[in-house]
C-alpha cells in the first residue's frame, strides 16, 4: 500500500506485529531463502560432521563379522516322528521366535564360553574400543563412583575378609558370568524371511575368534536340540514306566473286582456270555407257549367230542364224521361202515318187504346195536381227550409258575448287571489304557536310542575377509547428514531470532510504513575516493574514523552524486515532495527508535543533497542531549540551537555556511547535563525560530534524537511536517518499531517513509524474494557506475 497517496492525518491502522502475523500455507520461496541466507552455517556444520566421522572412523578399531545358518527341518526327523511320542510341529512363527530364544539364552551361552574358554580370552573380555567409546565409559564411571556405596564389612560383596582361594573362585565365577552374559548380549540370532532358517552371527576384533565362536554356537545349537529331544525321551520313557506300573495294578484289581462281584451275585454266564438266569427264563418262556398251544388244542378237541355225546347217539353218529380224520379212530370208521351197511341194507327191505319184516327188525336191532357201540367209542375218546386236555392245563400251569420264579431271578440278576458292566467297563477302560501306554512306552524307547533333531547346519561360519563395521561410506554419509541437520538447526535458529529489518517488504508488511529504499554501509575511505569501482562504500567502524573522515561521511550525496546511496535520498526526496505538494517551506525530521542507527548522517546526507541540488536548506542538529552531526561535521561552534531558542535569536546568528552548497547548518553545543530538552523543543521560542527559518528556506531538516531512549522527537513532532525513519539493516527490532508506533500514532502518520540504513549488499540479495529488486543490485551498481564515470569526465 503506497502511504504517500493518502493524507499524513488518515493512514491506515498498523498491520498486525511479526508474533501475531500467521501463515496459511507453507512459503516454498521463503523457506528456499532461509536455506541460502544459512548456506554457510550449514556447510560448516557438515565440514564439522565429516571431521568427526573422519575422526570416529581413525579412533574406531575394525570388527569382523562371521555367521552361519541353520535351518529348522520337519523331514530330518520323520521316521522318529511316525513312532514318536513327542511330536512337535514348527509350522508357526511362534516356534521360530522360541528357538531364536533357545539360541540367545545363557545355557547356550555358557556352553560356549566353557567350550571356548571365553572368560580367558582378553580378545573377547578386552576388546579394544573406540575413543568415543572410552570416553562413554569413562563418564559412566564417574557416575557410578559418585553414586556407589562404600561396602560395609561383613556383608555380601566384601571380599577382603576371605581366604585366597575362596576369592580365586569367587573372581573365577564372576569372570564366567560376566563373559556369559557379555556373550548372550552380542550374539545375534534372526530369522531369514518367512523361512524356517535362522542366522547366527557374531561380531569381534579378531576375525579368529568371531569365526570360532559362531561356528561354536551353531554346534551348541545343533547338540542342544539332540540332548533335548534325548532328555525329553528319556523323561517320558521314565514317566511311562511309572505309569505303566500303576496302570497293571489297576488293571488287575478291576478284573478281580468283577469276578468277584460276579460269583457273589451268581452272574454265571454260558459261551456266549449270557446269563444262565436268562437262557433258562428263555428256554421256559419258549416251552410256556408251546404247551399253551397244546393246552388249546386239547381243549379244543375236548369240547368237540363233548358237543357230539352231548348231542346223542344220533347226532354222534351224524357228527361222528368229523372225527374220521382224527388219529386212533379207526374203530368208530369200521363201526361207521357197518352202521351205513346196515343201515342200507334195511332201507331195502323196508322197501322191499316192510319195516315188519323179520329181517328188517333184525336189521334195525342190529344198527341200534352198531349207533350205541359208536356212541360208547365217542364216550371213551372224549373222556380220553378231556383228560389230555386236563394233562395239558396242569403243564401250563406249571411252566407258568416256573417262568415267574425266573422272571423274578432274572431281574435281580440284571440290577446286579448294571453294576457288574460298570465293573467291567472300568476294567476294560484300565486294561486298554495300559496297553497304550505300554505301547508309547516301547516307543519312547526306541525313540531313545536313535536320538534325531529337527535342526541341520546349512551354513557353515567361514573367516571374515573384509571388516564389516565401521563402514566407511555409511558412517561419513550419517556424519554428513547429521552435521546437516544439526546446521539447519542452528539456521532454523538463527532464523527464528531474525526480528530485524531485512527487506523492504518487512518495512511494508511488518510496520505499514513506506519504503524509501536501502543505504549502503558508508566507511572513512571516501575522503580520498568518492566511491569506489563497484560502487560502494567501505566499512570502517565510526568510533575508529578521524575528523577528515567523519566529514566525508557526511557528504557521501555531494562527493558521490550518482552512487546508490545517494539514489536512495532522492527517493526519499520525491516522497516527501509529493507528500507535502503545495506547502512552501517543509520542515523534515529524521528520526530513529534506537541510537547509533545513522539518523544524523542519513539527515547531513539529505540536506547536502537538497542544497546541492540548488533548494535552500537548512540542517539543525535536533539532538541537544547527544549533538553527533555536530561532532561528526567538526563544528568548533560557541553556540548552537539551544542559545538561539533561548535567546530568541535567528538562524542568523548561530548557523554557519557551506561554502560548496550553501548549505546553512545549526550546530548543537552540549552544556553540561541539561535535560530539560524535550520543553526546549518544544517551546514558543523554538516554534518562532523555526516560522523565522521557514521564511528564508525551502527545506529545514531537523535531526532528532531517537525515539526509543528520549521524548524529545515526540516534543518537536507538532513543528514538524514529516518524519523520515531510519532503521539500521539487520539490527533495529521489527516488534520494537512496530510498538513504537503504535503507541504514538501522532508520529507515525507524519512519518513519509523509511531507509535501510547500513545495508550489507552482498547479503542483501539472500533476504529478497524471487524477482525482488534486492536480486538485481549488481545490475543496479553497474549502472550507478556508469553514471558515476560519465560524471567524472564530465568535470575533467
Not at 351205513?340 to 318187504?353: I, Y
Not at 540504513?757 to 552482498?762: D, I
Request: a neutral charge; one cysteine or more.
Amino acid at each position: 500500500m503506497n502511504y504517500a497517496n493518502f493524507p499524513l492525518d488518515k493512514r491506515m491502522p498498523l498491520p498486525n506485529s511479526d508474533t501475531e502475523k500467521g501463515e496459511d500455507f507453507i512459503d516454498i520461496e521463503r523457506l528456499l531463502g532461509m536455506a541460502a541466507r544459512q548456506a554457510k552455517v550449514v556447510a560448516v556444520c557438515a565440514f564439522i560432521g565429516l571431521f568427526m566421522g573422519v575422526l570416529y572412523l581413525q579412533t574406531t578399531p575394525p570388527t569382523y563379522m562371521s555367521a552361519s545358518s541353520v535351518l529348522i527341518d520337519e523331514g530330518l526327523n520323520k521316521v522318529v516322528d511316525e513312532v514318536s511320542a513327542a511330536s512337535v510341529s514348527m509350522q508357526t512363527d511362534a516356534a521360530l521366535l522360541s528357538q531364536i530364544e533357545i539360541l540367545t539364552s545363557a545355557r547356550l551361552a555358557a556352553v560356549v564360553v566353557d567350550k571356548l574358554k571365553l572368560d580367558q580370552n582378553s580378545d573377547f573380555m578386552n576388546p579394544p574400543v573406540s575413543a568415543l567409546s572410552q570416553g562413554i565409559g569413562f563418564v559412566r564411571g564417574v557416575v557410578r563412583y559418585f553414586r556407589h556405596s562404600p561396602a560395609v564389612p561383613g556383608v555380601a560383596g566384601d571380599v577382603t575378609q576371605v581366604d585366597p582361594a575362596t576369592r580365586d573362585a569367587m573372581i573365577a565365577s564372576a569372570r564366567r558370568d560376566y563373559a556369559i552374559l557379555k556373550l548372550q548380549n552380542e550374539v545375534m540370532a534372526q530369522r531369514v524371511g518367512r523361512s524356517y532358517v535362522i542366522s547366527i552371527s557374531y561380531q569381534s576384533t579378531n576375525p579368529a575368534l568371531a569365526t570360532a565362536i559362531t561356528k561354536a554356537y551353531s554346534e551348541a545349537y545343533l547338540a542342544d536340540q539332540l540332548n533335548a529331544s534325548f532328555d525329553a525321551t528319556e523323561r517320558a520313557a521314565v514317566w511311562l514306566q511309572g505309569r505303566l506300573t500303576e496302570l497293571r495294578e489297576s488293571s488287575q484289581r478291576a478284573a478281580m473286582a468283577v469276578e468277584k462281584f460276579r460269583a457273589e451275585h451268581g452272574l454265571a454266564s454260558n459261551a456266549d456270555g449270557q446269563l444262565i438266569s436268562d437262557k433258562q427264563l428263555s428256554d421256559l418262556n419258549t416251552q410256556l407257549i408251546v404247551a399253551q398251544a397244546d393246552t388249546a388244542r386239547a381243549g379244543a378237541r375236548y369240547q368237540q367230542y363233548k358237543a357230539i355225546v352231548e348231542s346223542g347217539s344220533e347226532g354222534a353218529f351224524k357228527d361222528a364224521a368229523i372225527s374220521s380224520d382224527q388219529p386212533g379212530s379207526s374203530i368208530i370208521a369200521g363201526l361207521k361202515t357197518r352202521y351205513l351197511n346196515v343201515a342200507k341194507r334195511l332201507q331195502d327191505v323196508q322197501n322191499n318187504f316192510g319195516p315188519e319184516h323179520p329181517q328188517a327188525v333184525a336189521l334195525a336191532k342190529e344198527k341200534a346195536d352198531v349207533s350205541k357201540q359208536i356212541f360208547d367209542q365217542l364216550n371213551q375218546l372224549t373222556e380220553s381227550y378231556r383228560n389230555d386236555y386236563e394233562v395239558a392245563l396242569q403243564r401250563e400251569t406249571a411252566l407258568r409258575q416256573n417262568v415267574a420264579a425266573a422272571a423274578g431271578k432274572s431281574s435281580i440278576d440284571n440290577q446286579s448287571q448294571v453294576k457288574l458292566r460298570e465293573l467291567d467297563q472300568q476294567a476294560t477302560a484300565l486294561s486298554t489304557l495300559y496297553q497304550t501306554f505300554l505301547g508309547r512306552y516301547e516307543e519312547a524307547t526306541q525313540q531313545q536310542t536313535f536320538p534325531v533333531g529337527k535342526v541341520r547346519i546349512i551354513s557353515d561360519a567361514a573367516m571374515p575377509l573384509s571388516a564389516a563395521s565401521p563402514s566407511t561410506m555409511k558412517v561419513l554419509a550419517l556424519s554428513l547428514v547429521l552435521g546437516v541437520l544439526m546446521g539447519a538447526g542452528f539456521g532454523g535458529l538463527n532464523e527464528f531470532n531474525e526480528r530485524f529489518f531485512r527487506t523492504g517488504e518487512d518495512v511494508r508488511d511488518r510496520v505499514g510504513l513506506k519504503f524509501l529504499g536501502y543505504l549502503p554501509t558508508i566507511g572513512g575511505k571516501l575522503v580520498k575516493d568518492s566511491k569506489r569501482d563497484d560502487g560502494k562504500a567501505d566499512v570502517k567502524p565510526v568510533d575508529n574514523l578521524s575528523t577528515a573522515e567523519n566529514r566525508a561521511r557526511m557528504r557521501v550525496s555531494i562527493d558521490a552524486p550518482a552512487s546508490m546511496f545517494s539514489e536512495t535520498l532522492r527517493n526519499a526526496k520525491i516522497a516527501f515532495d509529493v507528500v507535502m505538494e503545495g506547502q512552501g517551506s517543509r520542515v523534515i525530521g529524521v528520526i530513529s527508535v534506537l541510537p547509533g542507527e545513522g539518523k544524523s548522517t542519513i539527515a547531513a546526507n539529505l540536506a547536502g543533497l537538497l542544497a546541492a541540488n540548488g533548494s535552500k536548506t537548512l540542517l539543525i542538529d535536533g539532538d541537544l542531549r547527544n549533538p553527533g552531526l555536530s561532532r561528526s561535521l567538526g563544528m568548533g561552534a560557541e553556540q548552537g540551537l539551544m542559545e538561539a531558542v533561548v535567546r530568541g535569536q535567528t538562524w542568523q546568528s548561530v548557523g554557519k555556511i557551506d561554502r560548496q552548497t550553501k548549505l546553512a547548518i545549526i550546530p548543537a553545543v552540549l552544556r553540561g547535563q541539561f535535560s530539560h530538552t524535550s520543553e526546549l523543543l518544544s517551546s514558543a521560542g523554538m516554534r518562532r525560530f523555526i516560522e523565522n527559518a521557514k521564511e528564508t528556506f525551502e527545506y529545514i531538516i531537523v535531526d532528532l534524537p531517537p525515539l526509543g531512549p528520549v521524548v524529545d522527537a515526540k516534543a518537536f513532532a507538532p513543528l514538524a511536517d514529516g518524519f523520515v525513519l531510519v532503521t539500521e539493516w539487520g539490527r533495529t527490532p521489527r516488534a520494537m518499531v512496530h510498538s513504537m508506533l503504535s503507541s504514538e500514532p501522532y508520529i507515525a502518520n507524519k512519518i513519509v517513509g523509511a531507509v535501510l540504513n547500513k545495508v550489507e549488499l552482498k547479503k542483501l540479495a539472500k533476504y529478497g524474494s524471487l524477482g525482488g529488486s534486492e536480486k538485481f543490485f549488481d545490475k543496479y551498481s553497474a549502472y550507478y557506475l556508469e553514471k558515476s564515470n560519465v560524471r567524472t569526465k564530465a568535470a575533467a
